[in-house]
């Protein structure tokens, strides 16, 4: 019996903490150790420097993470990037809230960027477009939620 109930409070803490679906860890763990965390860019701020880390950092062949705020029709969404020392670029995209405010936990869907190179174009809206352009992507998903 008691082993029953340790097994029941495991199951319901896994579940429990597979909801969290937080960002910041998935992209450390896409990065590897070490990783530069170029930092968040937020709504309506200067991303300037986490796009400058971002590029530094893949052209310098060093890990990266790095957040950018984008702006969700009904909840917060957070857009990041993780890039290891081998040249393997991933974003992932957070939604606070999928279902659009009726109170869904977060969840966050996955891309592999393949053959990744700096977007160096002027134009470049930070908070739509990454500072790094794909030649083709493989989807993963959902990673969390």
Known sequence: MNK???????MVMVGCSSKQCDLFPQLRSRAGAGA?????????????PVD???????????????????RGTDS????????????????LLWDGDP?????????????????PTPDLSTNRN??????LT???STSLGRTCG
């Open 4 to 10: 029953l109930i340790w097994a029941l409070l495991l």
């Open 36 to 48: 530069v965390d170029c930092g968040y860019a937020v709504l309506n701020g200067d991303p300037q």
């Open 52 to 70: 400058r880390c971002v590029l530094d950092s893949f052209t310098g062949k060093a890990s990266f993470i790095a957040r950018y705020d984008r």
């Open 76 to 91: 917060k969404v957070v857009f990041g990037i993780a890039g290891d020392a081998q040249g393997t670029v991933t974003f």
């Open 99 to 115: 279902s659009g405010g009726s109170g869904a936990d977060p969840v966050i869907s996955g891309t592999e960027c393949v053959g």
């Open 126 to 131: 930070s908070y739509t477009t990454p500072p």
């Open 134 to 136: 794909c030649t083709s």
